[in-house]
Each structure stands twice: as structure tokens, then as C-alpha cells.
């Protein structure tokens, strides 16, 4: 466990800050899960995380690609097939956002229930 | 270990993101990592946190307290003290967020690698 002064340090906030305005992205996040452990296509992902526009995963997908999140595939194909994966670095990145997701679950109705009590004082 | 529809449900993910919010704010993460299993004068924060205005750091401490992860004790003291802990669910989400430092920095390097490719392409 690091001590205190080493989180603390600029440098290493500037990191998570990053990361968590990368995860903090709504559709990077539901993109990243919609892929898991799968291989999916463009228009599949653009079903599935319905009501994204096209424009928008389209812009997501790119992002995701230029951080090494998620590989992209174009298969020679007529129409051409666009195929698009967790990439290791992804999948790791899953793994963290699935930690945050249970202790996000874990602590809602406590967090809310304080925020009641707050504002009641 | 969930299921990637379990974790991209709609209810979950707004979760993630109210989460996310909390702790992407800069000066809640340099707050409670500064409290860490410390109590903490006002002052004290005030001076660690630099450069944090003091009204600032007030609103952080509020914000946190409002949430039920920080704890505000105040000694009837002249001038009066005040001091801050974090909470057990204060502690959690500290817990939660080294996790993320932790990948941050391992993924720092490779991301910021994967970028130069890409935007060379």
C-alpha cells in the first residue's frame, strides 16, 4: 500500500484525473462493457447501446482505438466488415471499471440516505 | 463476477457515473487522500491541499461530508477546532480510488504510446 504523500502527489493525480475523465465518458464506458470478453461490429454495438448516434460511437470507438483500448478490424469483405475487440489494456480497464461499479452499488443507498440526513440539518 | 448486461444496465451505469463525479472532482480526491486514516485540522488541510482556496477546500469538505465520507468534529475550543476524518466509507472509496491510481500509472506510458501512434497514422 503507498503511503499518503506518494497519491497525494501531483503528478499521480494528474494521472487519475485523466483516466477518470477517459471512464468518466458515458459511452466510453457502456462501449467498453458492451465489448467484454466479445468481438462485435459496428452497427451490433451501435444496436446495442441504443439511443447512441452513430456519429457519436463512431467518435467514442476512435477515442477508445487511440488510447489502445480496442483494436479495430476491417475485413475485406463487400460491404466491408468493421470488427472491434477489448484489446489486454481494455480488458484491465473493465476489470477496474467493474471494482468501481460494486463499490458504487455497495454504497448508493448509504450515500443517499446521507445526503437526506444532510439536507434535513 | 457479473455479467457484461449486468454491468452496462442503464441504472448501473448512472451509478458508475455519479461515482465517477465525485471522485473526478481534483479537490475530493487531494482531500481524502490527504485525510487517509488521519484527522485533520481545517487549517492543516488548507495548507496541505495548496493551492486550494479556503472557500474551496470549505465546499470540497461539505461536498464529502454530504456523502457520508467524511466525518466534521467540532471542539468547543477558543478559537474552536475543528477536525475531519474519513468515514469507513470514506476509507472504502479511498481503497477504490489507489486501485485506480495503481492502473493509471501501469497504463500511463502504454496510452500515452499508443496516442503518438495513432495520431502518426
Known sequence: MSQPAELCEEGRLALIRDVLERIGDKWSVVVICQLDD?????????????????????????????????TRTVYDTKPPRVDYALTPRGISLLKVVRELAGWAEANAAGILESRSGYDAR
Chains 1, 2 share one sequence.
Not at 48 to 54: A, D, L, V
Request: hydrophobic share 35%.
Open 38 to 70: 466479445t468481438t462485435r461490429r459496428f452497427n451490433e454495438l451501435s444496436r446495442m447501446s441504443s439511443p447512441i448516434t452513430k456519429r457519436m460511437l463512431s467518435a467514442t470507438l476512435q477515442g477508445l482505438e487511440r488510447d489502445g483500448l480496442v
